[in-house]
């Protein structure tokens, strides 16, 4: 059976079917699935019985394996966190601010999969913006405005000691550690040109960025407030639903996603591979 692709009725997002992810995959098929990939941004697999191997394995057609600086690791697998959350937690939801996976590193990963183990019957979508189109739709003076400039990129407001997830956040079924390392910061270019595509996104989010270089932050802050209502606005937006054995790969530079509750009194269980960059041609 020939792979298919069938994009969603949304400004990005496709499943691809036809295809199965425990078997080796043939150069030609994962060339196939990269440019998929790119094309639609975020990818959804469904019906894949994959194991913690399989899942490993295909994550490293798609680059090398990433770091996840404030996530413990399953035993016997480094690369491979959980994301989980138990029928009786009340802990806030994780990552329900729009982010881009790790954008204060350097540089910041590519992509990341997120595969559907224990998946409630009803809520936990995860919503994705499209930031190519965010950045298309701003104005001529407001690209002017952005282009050139780089904005300030920190974990702080998640995983720093008084963060969400500090020292606070009891309860929680995650391992998330935090760390004082998180209130470090590093700059990004806010209008970031993907280095396959050769498109210019949008590339700053309320999860991680907190100011703009060079600019004071009496000016930067409603700049800043003003891109982030921008760039979720609802026609960029795919909302996407889970399936339990459904493997999700998203491209993290053109992106913004964010989790959504709704299913408390019922556990939820995805495992998570983080793929760093690649070198590409200048």
């Not at 194991?51 to 690369?79: C, K, M, N, Q, W």
């Not at 954008?103 to 930031?131: E, H, K, M, R």
């Not at 690209?143 to 000691?161: M, P």
């Not at 209502?229 to 493997?247: D, K, P, T």
């Amino acid at each position: 059976m020939a792979m298919a692709v069938t994009p969603q009725p949304a400004a990005c997002g496709a499943v691809v079917q036809g295809i199965d992810l425990r078997d080796p995959l043939a150069q030609s098929q994962i060339a196939e699935i990269r440019a998929a990939w790119l094309r639609h941004q975020v990818l959804a697999f469904p019906g894949q019985a994959l194991s913690l191997d399989d899942l490993e394995r295909f994550a490293a057609t798609i680059g090398p394996f990433g770091t996840d600086p404030y996530f413990g690791s399953v035993p016997g697998h480094p690369h491979v966190a959980q994301v989980r959350r138990d029928a009786d937690e009340t802990t806030k939801i994780f990552a329900e601010t729009w982010h881009s996976d790790w954008s204060f590193l350097a540089p910041p990963p590519q992509a990341t999969l997120l595969y559907g183990n224990v998946i409630p019957p009803t809520g936990g979508d995860t919503l994705f913006a499209n930031q190519y189109d965010a950045w298309d739709a701003l104005s001529p003076a407001m690209k002017t405005l952005l282009r050139g400039r780089q904005a300030v990129h920190s974990a702080r407001r998640g995983y720093a000691r008084d963060g969400m997830y500090g020292e606070k956040d009891q309860g929680r079924s995650m391992a998330i550690r935090y760390d004082d390392s998180a209130l470090a910061t590093q700059l990004q270019p806010i209008a970031r040109v993907h280095p396959e595509t050769g498109r210019t996104a949008l590339y700053v989010s309320p999860g991680y960025t907190i100011g703009i270089d060079g600019m004071r932050e009496a000016e930067a802050t409603p700049l800043l407030m003003e891109l982030f209502a921008h760039q979720a606005r609802e026609e960029f937006v795919y909302r996407h639903r889970w399936q339990a054995g459904m493997l999700l790969l998203w491209d993290n530079r053109c992106l913004v996603h964010a989790a959504t509750g709704g299913y408390q009194g019922h556990a939820r269980l995805l495992h998570r591979i983080t793929v760093a960059e690649t070198a590409h041609p200048a």
